[in-house]
């Protein structure tokens, strides 16, 4: 069974959002188009409180994108970005969402960021995505979305350590930095996953 993994495709991480993802939102149309080659699409979905400690707002003498120490962990400092409940952290009305079984919220918690779909980046909470993927009977998993050398990257890393089959969709991804997109690509190929285009399913 193979699911199709939507990371983060919000509003803040589209251009005119707070962290504006280049071309990010070329990769709707893709995404809309793949959907229907899946059993199971599920989405996360970035759900920060407005003082979450990954915000350079929360750190007065730290400047955005500097990066520092969060509670033992590196740390980004970000611009504010995906509020719970603000336009920012919607889906992108663009995105096709009637086929998005499951969402998981992640990045509650203000003292640890969450980049991975499947934990917080200190390990300390699931989010009981690997349960529920395995739940539905999923051994493969495809990931696309924002963004490709964040969330995505990280979803792709704990999706191998959780023993899923993993492909990493490349022109169904953007990235905040080129050079990120390709350590991102090299590292995840060392660990097992498969760097794929999408017109391979289509
Ligand atoms: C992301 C930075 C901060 C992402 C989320 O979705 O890639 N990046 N929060
Ligand atoms: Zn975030």
């Known amino acids: 069974m193979r699911a199709l993994l939507l990371i983060d495709i919000q509003n803040d991480f589209l251009p005119g959002g707070s962290l504006a993802v280049p ?106 995505l690997a349960g529920s993927l395995r739940g539905k009977g999923v051994t493969e998993v495809y990931l696309a979305g924002l963004a490709a050398d964040y969330c995505v990257y990280f979803s792709a890393k704990d999706a191998l350590a959780e023993g899923f089959k993993v492909y990493y969709l490349e022109d169904a991804v953007r990235a905040i930095s080129t050079e990120g997109f390709q350590k991102a690509k090299a590292d995840l190929v060392e660990r097992g996953a498969q760097i794929i285009p999408s017109h391979t399913l289509l």
Do not use: M
């Not at 996360?44 to 400047?63: C, G, R």
């Not at 009305?93 to 779909?117: C, M, N, W």
């Open 23 to 128: 071309e990010g939102d070329a990769i709707i149309p893709i995404v809309n188009r793949l959907q229907g080659q899946f059993d199971l699409v599920v989405a996360t979905q970035d759900w920060h409180p407005p003082q979450h400690k990954s915000f350079a707002s929360q750190h007065p003498s730290k400047s955005v994108f500097e990066v520092t120490e969060l509670n033992g962990l590196e740390q980004v400092l970000w611009p504010d970005h995906c509020v719970q409940g603000s336009v920012g952290a919607e889906f992108s009305a663009e995105l096709e969402q009637h086929r998005i079984e499951a969402i998981f919220r992640k990045g509650t918690d203000p003292e640890v960021d969450s980049y991975s779909g499947f934990f917080d980046n200190g390990y300390r909470k699931s989010t009981g």
